[in-house]
């Protein structure tokens, strides 16, 4: 089956840690993207590659860290330089730059 | 700083009607809108895109675009219980890479 996953599905932050949320695409996408959904807000966008080994910030990139060195993986790192990190992040990619998006099941983080 | 506005809602319907929901953005030079659906606690699942001003139909759904007033809308007919969830309208320039998201509307239909 072609699709996008992400894991783990919750995710618990100690103070001061920094995590690692995973996203895997089989659908061979160049673009990938990283999204934060607050509650009762619209998605924002944390980064997003176009091609491997290359990637740039969105809006809302501060506290947040990622690397594309594999087309199919696109792990996002939240620091803990990011003080509010609970939210629900969701991966997606499309197959070029401007061709529509597709969402991962998403990774709910939560602050212990 | 590109904005896309839609009604958060809720809005109610009765089941069998027709739910209109609404979109408006504020870049002129936007090329290409799309709606998404997401049930609670789940990721968004693209419903359909639309490029030219007019309707466009797929199934149960028609998405109007209106490029002078720059506005989107996307209609579901005969509406059913398993239709309730936020309606995500994503809007892309001609020139950026990215998209921009609404709010959403939620929408609530009631058997």
């Known amino acids: 089956d072609g699709g996008i996953t992400q894991s783990p599905k919750y995710l618990f932050r100690k103070e001061g840690q920094n995590v690692t949320l995973s996203c895997e695409q089989n659908l061979n996408h160049d673009a990938m993207y990283w999204y934060r959904q607050d509650p009762g807000q619209g998605l924002r966008l944390i980064y997003y590659?176009?091609?491997?080994?290359?990637?740039q910030k969105g809006d809302i990139a501060e506290g947040y860290s990622v690397s594309r060195e594999k087309k199919e993986s696109f792990p996002l790192t939240v620091t803990s330089a990011q003080k509010n990190p609970t939210a629900f992040y969701l991966c997606?990619?499309?197959?070029?730059?401007?061709?529509?998006?597709?969402f991962g099941p998403g990774t709910r983080l939560l602050v212990l | 700083q590109k904005e896309v506005e839609q009604n958060s809602g809720p809005l109610s319907v009765p089941e069998g009607a027709i739910a209109s929901l609404n979109c408006t953005y504020s870049?002129?030079?936007?090329?290409?809108f799309f709606w998404y659906r997401q049930y609670s606690g789940k990721s968004p699942e693209l419903i359909m895109f639309?490029?030219?001003?007019g309707d466009k139909e797929d199934g149960r759904f028609t998405a109007q675009l209106n490029k002078a007033s720059q506005y989107v809308s996307l209609l579901i007919r005969d509406s059913q219980p398993s239709d309730s969830a936020t309606y995500l309208c994503a809007v892309r320039d001609n020139y950026g890479q990215n998209f921009v998201f609404g709010p959403g509307t939620r929408l609530s239909v009631l058997p």
């Open positions: 870049d002129r030079g936007s090329q290409s």
């Open positions: 590659s176009q091609i491997v080994n290359d990637f």
């Open positions: 639309i490029y030219s001003n």
């Open positions: 997606a990619s499309s197959k070029g730059a401007r061709e529509t998006q597709y």
